[in-house]
């Protein structure tokens, strides 16, 4: 999902704009995907804007960060998760209603700290649900291998 938004303007540059439509149209449901506040690659739009594109490649390196460590992080608080939202919805608030402008170097910092508070939150509750998973299904494994 993080490669996508750059996989669009990849193909639309290679000339396959027909494969990129279908990326571009999924993704404006989750992105006003406005040109002045988008990346652009080859001279071509991202399928997502600016903040949105931090989140996710964030989200996605939070995501490898995690995986060092597993185990030694408990989820984030609501507290926390707002506290590393907060920016964002300032961010983006402000600039909807007016009161000022922001630019790409304030959308990608917020969008990278709310992926770190989403993250944070998710990943330690997804390793518990999946342990809680495979846990049955690893006795299972071992009983069916030792049964001749």
């Known amino acids: 999902m993080a490669a996508l938004p750059v996989v669009a303007p990849l193909l639309a540059a290679a000339g396959h704009p027909g494969l ?26 991202m399928a997502c804007c600016e903040r949105c594109a931090a989140v996710y490649a964030a989200f996605f390196a939070w995501t490898l960060v995690y995986a060092g460590l597993r185990g030694h992080l408990r989820p984030l608080s609501r507290t926390g998760v707002i506290l590393f939202s907060l920016p964002m919805f300032v961010d983006g608030t402000t600039q909807l209603i007016g009161l000022r402008q922001s630019n790409w170097q ?11 508070g989403a993250a944070w939150l998710v990943l330690p509750h997804l390793e518990v649900g999946f342990a809680e998973l495979r846990q049955p299904l690893e006795r299972r494994l071992r009983s069916e291998a030792s049964t001749p």
């Open 20 to 45: 990129a439509r279908p990326i571009y149209w999924g993704f404006s449901f989750l992105c006003h995907q406005r040109p002045d506040r988008s990346f652009f690659v080859f001279g071509h739009k």
């Open 106 to 116: 304030l959308r990608v910092v917020t969008g990278t700290l709310f992926a770190l």
